[in-house]
């Protein structure tokens, strides 16, 4: 047991132990870490009130808080220590002894408070009043003091005007004590405005730091910004023909600075560009200026001819010439993209009579479309091309029984979609020579300009198609419907 004691005190109070155990078995045994200052003897420590109480109240700890000093005085002058009385019991919860573990409170309170130059003193105080220890041996509370802090068992705080300090006080309940803390008022002033002190130096301190670092990062950011804003203003004046210097930046300059560079190089090619093109715009006007003064001479040459076919009273050359100048007068009006349907019909029929006429009525033509679609709008000269087609590569050739169907109206798929289709029974595309004698070449540039059409007026919404049958060769277009005046008639529609 001595070896448990000492390998104990070794463990847990390597300086100065002041806390003292005191073991009973039920054998009739006593075990202390101490030398005591009277004899042991079983019966009487056995005997002691505390341990007898705990017996009686049925508690697994009692506290004792002026226990009589029963230790050696060569280590512990104290008169009273605090004391732990308790049973001890094994896993079973059968009690084999008892235990009594006490502290010299006085000496380790005033062990592990220095003594203070500044007069701010700590005490111990029980209910009553008394003062059972203190930091400043010679430091005393005030009557009002006592008072204040034992009227009630709580945790508070209060002035004492007496001895001009504040008094901190703290209830311990299970020691039915008082731990209070005494600081005078000038003390705590004196930090007060030590602390206020210390915050001001360290903000100005932070303060300056953060203006300085400000500086900095103006002398390193902001004037190469500056000195960049002047080099762009002076670009305007030197037609973008200026570049920064890239030796003397770093970091994130540096990548502006190489942007900056690159974008007036870009810039530079871009305006050369745009010269390049606005020159070539200007020299594509000037030709179409001079090639609309061909058609026009061949306009009024038309009406001279239709003025003749009158007077000699010949119909077919008149009725040539009305629709050669409805194609004519058309394909000058360059103003205009889409049509109604309606005219579309009107300049594919004027066509169709001068293909009669020059292929002596060989082929048979039907037209079919929805009523109420006449007045959608469609790319201008559409479908002109596409029967062009049919009859030069599809039925040209035929001696007779050639035939070409042209069909107008909605998809059945999307009814949003305008769908114009020119089917005809002639050679399809691709066939041998060998299966369809002369054969149908490849479509030319009119079916290619009307794709690039509708590529321009309907983006990925217009599209054409041409569809190789059995016999002959189907031409489809698709592209949104679009209705205008005056069949529309107020109801909400897109209109161009």
Known sequence: MEDKFKGLNNSFFLYNPSVYFTLLDNSGHVYTSFPPNKSLNYDQIASNPSFKALEEGKNSYLWVSDDAN?????????????????????SRNQAYGLARISIDFSFWFQSMLQKSDSDQAYFIMNRSGEVIARSIPDSTLSVG?????????????????????????????????????RIPLQLLFWEIETLKKQYFVTFYVITAAFIAVAFMIAHTFTRPLSHMQRKMKEAVRKDLRIRLPEKRYKGEILELTRTFNTMMVDMNGLVQRLRVEERQKDAVHFQMLLAQMNPHFLLNTLNTMKWIGLRGGNEEIVEICLSL??????????????????????????????QQVRYGNRFHVEFSYDEELIYALVPKLSLQPLVDNAIKHGIGNMAEGGRILIRMGRSPQQPDQLTLEVEDNGA????????????????????????????????????????????????????????????????QSDII
Not at 147 to 176: C, F, K, R
Request: hydrophobic share 35%; proline share 3%; with cysteine.
């Open 70 to 90: 029963y230790v050696s005085r060569d280590i512990s002058k104290s008169p009273t220590l605090l004391s732990l009385y308790t049973e001890l019991r094994d």
């Open 145 to 181: 003091a006592v008072q204040e802090i034992a009227s009630l068992p709580q945790n508070g705080h209060w002035t004492d005007q007496q001895s001009d300090a504040l008094v901190n006080y703290s209830y311990l309940s299970s020691l039915d004590w008082y731990l209070v803390d």
């Open 325 to 354: 100048g409805k194609l004519l007068e058309t394909s000058l009006n360059s103003d205009v993209d889409l049509i109604h349907l309606r005219e579309e019909i009107e300049l594919t029929r004027a066509f169709l009579y001068i």
């Open 428 to 491: 399809g595309v691709g066939q041998s020579d060998k299966d369809q004698g002369e054969g149908r070449k490849r479509p030319g540039i009119g079916l290619q300009n009307v794709r690039e059409r509708l590529r321009l007026l309907f983006k990925d919404k217009g599209e054409l198609e041409i569809i190789s049958l059995e016999q002959g060769t189907l031409c489809r277009m698709h592209f949104p419907v679009l209705l205008s005046e005056p069949y529309d008639q107020g109801r």
